[in-house]
């Protein structure tokens, strides 16, 4: 499809989608590259910030806490500065679930050496 086609598609479904299972939709807004998509990304990362299942433990993954973290992975591969996100990333190397844990410093080291 055309970048602002499937841009469109993309940014259609993922405001019909729950915060938690928009992993993949955000993955596909980020590889269109569209000039909007990192403006997307930052609110959809806000929303998830603000979900109130964010920081709930789960007996395998804490849906919420891996959408905020694969979209803060999309957002640095648009370019966006790993700085912005620091915070962020603290916070969710932190989770009370160890596979959130986990998989923030597997997907996030290359960004955060402290991760490392």
Known sequence: LPQDEAFDLLLRASRATE???ACNITQGLALTKHPNAERVLRR???AVWAHERLWDDDEFLNWVAYDART???????LGAPPGDFEVHVRRLSEHVCPRNREDCHR???E???WLR
């Open 19 to 21: 915060i938690g299972s």
């Open 44 to 46: 959809h990362l806000e």
């Open 71 to 77: 979209c803060i992975q999309h957002l640095i591969e």
């Open 107 to 109: 997907f996030l080291a």
């Open 111 to 113: 960004h955060y050496s």
